[in-house]
């Protein structure tokens, strides 16, 4: 907790700074709108039924606090956060009494919902169940890229239900294109018609507003070669600068080439 600074987040909940990290948790804009926004909204779809919940990256458990408050039927929820003190204080963290209240009973003793304080990397191969939603809230991929890999994302790809919905903040193109790879049918969260995050599904159906074919086009370029991490071990430095290789050393085209391709094609 000594690296960390609480600051208020625009819509009025309190934000996490990382001054060693130089990473916010939570969005300036508001911690728990982007949680409901970007989280819970798109995955409300599966509202009709009870659901198991997988967190990677609890921290102070927004995600899990504003899912408790919206699902109806909750059977489990699998909260995943290396940084153990964090999480054991998470319901200290000013939000609902009542659902703070049921997150210090679980951690006291776990019911429905259950911790695991350690690499989501070690985690992912130890849990033995499917969840109908997954969420997904590392830090940015250039500063944990290994939150973010090809192999991690395709361990949680195994890990969704063929009717579940994953659900993260990110949509830069390496993890679109992971997500892609993984099998999965991908998708813009929007806000405000802005794309603000990503849902991921193996059921079409179940993505509102997927990337259209031009834009699945663009994940064959250099910017969207995936973060590599095949035995999901290695650190943050070998990873960026192995994917810095081999961006160096594709023959893919470049983002920027293959746009301008794209728009020459359009307007013939
Ligand atoms: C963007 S914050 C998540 C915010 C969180 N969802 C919340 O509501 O407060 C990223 C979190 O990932 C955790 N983390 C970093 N590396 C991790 C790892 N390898 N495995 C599991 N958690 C990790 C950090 O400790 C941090 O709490």
């Known amino acids: 907790m000594n690296n960390i600074e609480i600051y208020r987040t625009a819509d009025g909940s309190i934000g996490l700074y990382d001054k060693k990290l130089n990473e916010i948790y939570h969005s300036k804009f508001g911690a728990k709108t982007e949680a409901f926004e970007k989280f819970i909204k798109p995955a409300l779809l599966l509202n009709d039924r009870n659901v198991d919940i997988l967190d990677i990256c609890y921290g102070i458990g927004y995600n899990t606090k504003c899912a408790l408050e919206n699902f109806n039927q909750i059977n489990s929820i699998d909260c995943v956060e290396i940084d153990e003190d964090l999480a054991k204080k998470s319901f200290e963290f000013e939000y609902d009494n009542k659902i703070n209240q049921i997150i210090k ?64 903040y990110n949509h830069s193109k390496p993890v679109l294109n992971a997500l892609f790879k993984a099998g999965l049918c991908i998708g813009k969260t929007l806000q405000g018609g802005k794309i603000s995050g990503t849902v991921a599904s193996f059921d079409e159906k179940l993505i509102k507003s997927p990337f259209d074919k031009s834009e699945i086009e663009l994940l064959n370029t250099k910017s969207a070669i995936t973060y590599k991490d095949k035995n999901l071990s290695l650190n ?7 994917r810095e290789e081999e961006v160096k050393t594709s023959k893919l085209e470049t983002l920027s080439r293959a746009k301008k391709y794209m728009s020459k094609q359009e307007n013939c």
């Open 236 to 242: 943050s430095e070998s990873i960026i600068k192995n």
């Open 105 to 168: 009973s679980n951690l006291c003793k776990p019911d429905f919902i259950n911790f695991y304080f350690d690499d989501i990397r070690r985690v992912i191969k130890s849990l033995n169940k499917k969840y109908d939603v997954i969420f997904h809230d590392g830090f940015a991929p250039y500063k944990q890229p290994e939150l973010w890999s090809e192999e991690l994302i395709s361990e949680i790809a195994k890990h969704l239900k063929s009717d579940g919905i994953y659900c993260t």
